[in-house]
C-alpha cells in the first residue's frame, strides 16, 4: 500500500501560473494521472501517464515528474480553472489491484 | 458521445443493503473494465472496485471487500454494485468510471448517485 500526498491547497492570481504536486511514498513510481473536479461536478481528466493531455483540455494544463513527484502545472491560470486537483495512480499486478487517489488540492484564484 | 448514468442512491439504515446501477451508452462496453469511485461528503475521492471487460478480474479495496460485489451486464451495458452490511463510513456519492484502454485511470465519469447510510 502507497499514499499519494498533495498540498491541501494553492492560491494563484489570474495570469500566474500555478503548480500542484504529488509525492509517491513508495517505489517502483507508476504513472501518475490528474483529474479536475468543480463543486457539484464529476472529476474530469486533465492529465494522463504524468505528461499527456487529453483532447479538449487546454494547452495551460500541463504534467511533469521528476523521482517521485509529479506536478500539475497550470500556465495563465483563469478564474474558470479554480477547481479542487486530485492526482491518482496504480499498482496492478495479476491478482492484485491498488487504485490511490491523492488527497486533492484546492486551487484558489485569487 | 460517451454516457455513464448512475442509479440506485438513496438512504438505508446501518446493515442494509442497496444496489447501484450504471447504465452506459456511446461507446463499446464490453471493450471496457469499468470502476466505482466514491466520494465522502466534502472528501476526496477513494476508488473502490475494478471489473474487467469480460467480468475474468475483480478488484476492491480494502475497505469494502467481503461487502460489496461488482458485476456487469454486457448485453445490458450495466455496470452494478451490490452492497452490503452498509456502515455509517460507506456514506458517499457513487461514481461509476470508465477505465482507459491505455493505463489504469479513468478517461469517462458519471454523474454520481448518493449513498445515505443512517439511523
Known amino acids: 500500500s502507497y499514499e499519494l500526498t498533495q498540498p491541501p491547497s494553492v492560491s494563484v492570481s489570474p495570469g500566474q501560473t500555478a503548480r500542484i504536486t504529488c509525492s509517491a511514498d513508495a517505489l517502483p513510481k507508476q504513472y501518475a494521472y490528474w483529474y479536475q473536479q468543480k463543486p457539484g461536478q464529476a472529476p474530469v481528466l486533465v492529465i494522463y501517464k504524468d505528461s499527456e493531455r487529453p483532447s479538449g483540455i487546454p494547452e495551460r494544463f500541463s504534467g511533469s515528474s521528476s523521482g517521485t513527484t509529479v506536478t500539475l502545472t497550470i500556465s495563465g491560470v483563469q478564474a474558470e480553472d479554480e477547481a479542487d486537483y486530485y492526482c491518482?495512480?496504480?499498482?496492478?499486478?495479476?491478482?492484485?489491484?491498488?487504485?490511490?487517489f491523492g488527497g486533492g488540492t484546492k486551487l484558489t484564484v485569487l | 458521445e460517451v454516457q455513464l448514468v448512475e442509479s440506485g442512491g438513496g438512504l438505508v439504515k446501518p446493515g442494509g443493503s442497496l444496489r447501484l446501477s450504471c447504465a452506459a451508452s456511446?461507446?463499446?462496453?464490453?471493450?471496457?473494465?469499468m470502476n466505482w469511485v466514491r466520494q465522502a461528503p466534502g472528501k476526496g475521492l477513494e476508488w473502490v472496485s475494478s471489473i474487467s471487460s469480460s467480468s475474468s478480474y475483480i478488484y476492491y479495496a480494502d475497505s469494502v471487500k467481503g461487502r460489496f460485489t461488482i458485476s456487469r451486464d454486457n448485453a445490458k451495458n450495466s455496470l452494478y454494485l451490490q452492497m452490503n452490511s452498509l456502515r455509517a463510513e460507506d456514506t458517499a456519492v457513487y461514481y461509476c468510471?470508465?477505465?482507459?484502454?491505455?493505463?489504469?485511470?479513468?478517461?469517462?465519469w458519471g454523474q454520481g448517485t448518493l449513498v445515505t447510510v443512517s439511523s
Open positions: 468510471a470508465r477505465e482507459a484502454r491505455t493505463g489504469d485511470y479513468f478517461d469517462y
Open positions: 456511446g461507446f463499446t462496453f464490453s471493450s471496457y473494465s
Open positions: 491518482q495512480s496504480a499498482d496492478s499486478s495479476g491478482t492484485y489491484r491498488e487504485v490511490v
